[in-house]
């Protein structure tokens, strides 16, 4: 039995995706204007945003900061004044940065864990508050792979998404039992803006295209959690239930960390 109601007519849904304008996001609205769904696309910098979807019909263009409440929330009444609902929020943005212990600093923590938690948390909420009063939807959160255990060069970055994976499993219980659909995204690596500047070997990297696919057949599955591509992530899945001397070991092996 699916953990949430399976997406079947992808040309009745209006989808918000907050994180749109490059990478997975753009790729991910691409592919469902292409499938005929009314796509809202947010992200900080409106002219990138202008520029990949100016010219495309069906496109609703919100321009926000994903930490500051008041504009995620005025983009929220926007969509609902053009469209009348919202049937998928997809919360997608985030900031990332290779960090090692010797290089960890204050601007770097602030820094993602304002982004990766605070405002993911403050969409999400108010995409839940939103779903509960109009008794349908679907919040779906991107965290990522790095969440599942300790890794690398993602001291700050694996953290925070850590964090979600957890807060998305817990809103999933608060949620469910409402009809409210939740997921958390899992990916693997994506060649994307954020990934670009990494210095060491990413197995398994595919294309943002394939990624969009990817979430897009996890919510027709109906599925929880959606992750990718699952020749690397039951990998790490495996690594998750090893005792710390095993998965220490072959983790630095493995990264040559």
Do not use: C
Not at 31 to 42: K, N
Not at 44 to 61: C, I, P, Q, S, T
Not at 200 to 228: K, T, V, W
């Amino acid at each position: 039995m699916p953990l949430n109601p399976p997406i079947t007519d992808w040309s009745k849904q209006r989808v918000w995706i907050i994180g749109a304008s490059t990478g997975i996001g753009k790729a991910l609205a691409d592919d469902l204007l292409s499938r005929g769904a009314r796509v809202a696309v947010s992200a900080r910098r409106a002219h990138v945003l202008d520029e990949a979807f100016g010219a495309k019909e069906n496109a609703l263009r919100l321009p926000l900061d994903m930490t500051d409440s008041a504009s995620v929330a005025s983009a929220l009444e926007m969509i609902h004044a053009n469209w009348g609902g919202v049937d998928l929020g997809i919360v997608m943005a985030g900031a990332y940065r290779a960090i090692r212990a010797w290089e960890l600093d204050d601007a770097a923590i602030k820094d993602m864990m304002q982004t990766n938690v605070y405002g993911a948390m403050n969409a999400s909420a108010l995409l839940s508050k939103y779903f509960l009063k109009q008794g349908t939807g679907h919040v779906s959160i991107v965290s990522s792979v790095a969440g599942y255990r300790g890794l690398p060069k993602a001291l700050v970055y694996g953290p925070s998404k850590a964090a979600m994976i957890n807060f998305a499993e817990t809103l999933y219980l608060d949620l469910s039992e409402k009809g409210i659909g939740v997921s958390v995204v899992n990916p693997g690596f994506v060649r994307t803006p954020l990934t670009a500047g990494n210095d060491f070997n990413m197995p398994h990297l595919i294309e943002p295209e394939e990624a969009a696919r990817q979430m897009i057949a996890g919510y027709e599955r109906g599925d929880f959690e959606i992750h990718f591509p699952r020749a690397f992530t039951r990998q790490l899945k495996f690594m998750r239930i090893l005792p710390y001397r095993w998965y220490f070991r072959l983790i630095k092996k493995s990264t040559g960390l």
